[in-house]
């Protein structure tokens, strides 16, 4: 069984940055084929923000290419989301999931961003 955790989040300017972390309570997250972000805004779907594979391949929404940056620790122990140049509309609950090779998924309860001013 894992438990996911994250942090980091809280209330920025537009335009500032933030740098979320997440992290095993139990269990571990070396072995996840799959890691990933994914937020849900008020009133909204939960969308997909970015995933990173076991080998480093990197996948993002168009909405934060080039502003997000998504990474694992170097123990592969931690993942962790820089996000940079934030906007209002990147106000939401991000969370954490991890998946292993058989398609199983552990997800964390989030970590609140608000972007305002």
């Known amino acids: 069984q894992v438990q996911l955790v994250e942090s980091g989040g809280g209330l920025v300017q537009p335009g500032g940055s933030l740098r979320l972390s997440c992290a095993p309570i139990?269990?571990?997250?070396?072995?996840?084929?799959?890691m990933g972000w994914y937020r849900q805004a008020p009133g909204k779907e939960r969308e997909l923000v970015a995933t990173i594979t076991s080998g480093g391949s990197t996948n993002y929404a168009d909405s934060v290419k080039g502003r997000f940056t998504i990474a694992r620790g170097s123990a592969k122990d931690t993942m962790y989301l820089q996000m940079d140049s934030l906007e209002p509309e990147d106000t939401a609950v991000y969370y954490c999931s991890a998946t292993d090779r058989t398609e199983r998924s552990w997800w964390g309860k989030g970590t609140l961003v608000t972007v305002s001013s």
């Open positions: 139990s269990g571990s997250i070396f072995s996840m084929h799959v």
